[in-house]
């Protein structure tokens, strides 16, 4: 084989990532990836970002991978840096976000001799780290080792990634990065098309879904996060669009269904849901479940008042039909021929599709208020996002509050309601402007969509240091932080005057100097009441920053136990949740 028809392991793994639309890289280097990192260059389109620790890397990556729809990639060193990594990718497992978690290893030669190095437990053994994401990768290759070839290998893991929307390990030693393989592989993309379902199996699922489907009188569709990872919005749209059943998003599924479609209802999360969104949900008969993902945040703590009997799930790996499950059915073909061989006349007719649905306005109160309290604050939010925006929402207060919020058609929101890490959002922030920034480059710069992150003051404590990594790129993203000195939702669980819920005092309109931000690239604001949220809100300055490239941070300063609607009530169930004996 000429030197030609040959490629690196490393520089193939890159390319492999680019061809799946990867441009950026997320980690920070450490002396097991040194020389890997120089290949990046190699490869178009492919750029390094460096982040300030591995941890926020991580959240990155997720972010990235969520705004792409598509996977994304980490790179670490052995042992400090994957171990860092860690929670960040569980949290991508967990809510099923494609990452692909490259880690450097020592050498071949030196693993084999047990070498006493750097990095390592001491013990000669280097296997301990990569069996600790054994239970939050959905697929592993150590490439060098065993029989199966490395492109064989890194092309398997990928398909795996992108098929399982679900985080996969690489171990890459130094000396295999470099590593000369064939490149023939290259000259066939990986395949990434679903696997086929049992056909016999699949006929009768279709069946006695149809069956149910055109015998029930108040069916409505309720879609969650799994809609959006598993790429089937476009069918659920389908779906929506030929029926005109009422159409609800469960909170981690807010944005899979369009907000001002017709035949939305609302966010429906249970006891915590509103009223008018409790009565149709609970009262239909049948319901359509996409992509569920039934944890306590995501339904008011398990108060689901629908019967298991008149639901259909739908999931990636397995459809579940009252108390019957379909293993390895997935929902993709199901939804295709549903569509396709549906009676559309005949569920276009039933109550729940004639009548109306309720509406979720993003009307404030009219009450005068001094201080700017989460009632009126959120439906302002509402009103301030436009189409295509990105909004990210940090674990708590943010998370629930955007529930009161309608959004325009088009944009995507990040958050992460099921693992619930605290300081997720701002390095998720990160990686979801970098996406945002290549999905629009070609767009003139006062037509790109704006990425909009709702923090905290103590979820912000835990990865400030990735805004400075949003300066060093040129990011313009707007970061609402929202200053109610320190964790109100664990104030509201428990620990109302506790010290451990306290945070200490920050300068937040100094972060953007502190991090290198230039005046002519950055700006800070401070709002304290109603009236001065409204005159912000309408500042050509602050409104024409995103398409200037000006990063912003605003302040907003909020009573210390004001708390959103939906929170005030999940804390009360969560705390009475986790007094149970």
């Not at 149709?280 to 009997?309: C, I, M, P, W």
């Not at 993003?362 to 001094?370: A, E, G, R, V, Y």
């Not at 700017?372 to 940090?394: A, M």
């Not at 990865?463 to 932080?481: A, D, G, K, W």
């Amino acid at each position: 084989m000429s030197s030609e028809d040959q490629i690196t392991v490393g520089e193939y793994l890159l390319r492999r990532l680019r061809e799946l639309g990867v441009g950026a890289i997320h980690g920070v280097p450490g002396d097991f990836n040194l020389a890997f990192l120089d290949l990046i260059d190699n490869v178009n389109g492919l750029y390094w970002v460096g982040n300030a620790n591995e941890l926020n890397a991580a959240y990155a990556a997720d972010g990235y991978a969520r705004v792409h729809n598509n996977i994304s990639a980490l790179i670490t060193t052995f042992g400090v840096g994957e171990l860092s990594a860690l929670n960040g990718v569980a949290g991508a497992y967990s809510e099923h976000v494609p990452l692909v978690h490259i880690v450097g290893q020592p050498s071949t030669s030196s693993q084999k001799s047990g070498a006493l190095l750097h990095h390592t437990l001491g013990n000669g053994d280097f296997g301990s780290f990569e069996k600790m994401s054994t239970g939050i990768s959905c697929a592993k290759v150590l490439l060098g080792v065993g029989d199966e070839g490395e492109a064989a290998g890194i092309d398997r893991v990928l398909r795996e990634c992108y098929v399982q929307a679900r985080p996969v390990y690489v171990g890459l030693p130094t000396d295999v990065a470099f590593k000369k393989i064939s490149a023939k592989p290259l000259e066939r993309k990986i395949d990434l098309s679903l696997p086929e379902n049992d056909k016999e199996t699949e006929d009768y699922v279709v069946k006695e879904i149809l069956k149910l489907l055109h015998s029930a009188k108040n069916p409505i569709i309720l879609s969650d996060a799994c809609a959006i990872r598993h790429r089937v919005t476009g069918l659920l749209h389908t779906l929506l669009d030929r029926t005109n059943l009422p159409a609800f998003v469960a909170p981690m599924g807010k944005s899979s269904v369009n907000e001002t479609h017709e035949r939305f209802g609302g966010v429906y999360a249970g006891s915590v849901s509103l009223p008018q969104v409790k009565e149709v949900v609970e009262g239909a008969d049948l319901v359509l479940s996409v992509g569920a993902l039934k944890s306590d945040f995501n339904t008011g703590s398990f108060s689901y008042h629908t019967r298991q009997v008149n639901t259909i799930e739908f999931h990636s790996d397995h459809i579940k039909i009252g108390y019957a499950v379909f293993p390895n059915i997935g929902m993709t073909h199901v939804l295709e021929r549903i569509i396709d061989e549906m009676d559309v006349e005949k569920i276009r007719a039933t109550t729940t599709a004639t009548e109306d649905v309720p509406k979720l306005s993003n009307s404030t109160p009219t009450t005068p208020q001094k201080e700017i309290l989460h009632e009126w604050f959120w439906p302002k939010v509402g009103q301030f996002l436009r189409e295509g925006d990105v909004v990210v929402t940090e674990t708590g207060t943010a998370n629930f509050g955007i529930l009161d919020a309608r959004f325009p058609d088009g944009v995507i929101h990040v958050s992460q309601v099921l693992w619930g890490s605290i300081g997720f959002s701002v390095p998720a922030t990160l990686g979801a402007a970098l996406a945002a920034k290549e999905l629009d480059a070609d767009k003139d710069p006062k037509s790109k969509r704006r990425v909009i992150l709702f923090v905290g003051d103590g979820s912000l404590q835990l990865t400030v240091q990735e805004i400075s990594t949003m300066i060093r790129h040129n990011l313009s993203p707007i970061l609402f932080i929202l200053n109610n000195e320190g964790y109100t939702i664990e104030r509201y669980i428990h620990g109302e005057t506790a010290s451990y819920n306290d945070i200490a005092p920050w300068k937040f309109r100094q972060l953007l100097d502190v991090f290198g931000g230039s005046p002519d690239k950055s700006k800070n604001w401070l709002v304290k009441t109603p009236g001065e949220v409204e005159s912000l809100l309408e500042d050509e300055e602050f409104l024409g920053g995103s398409g200037e490239g000006k990063i912003q941070v605003v302040e907003v300063v909020m009573p210390r136990m004001d708390a959103p609607r939906a929170l005030k009530l999940q804390a009360e169930l969560t705390a009475k949740y986790n007094s149970e004996q």
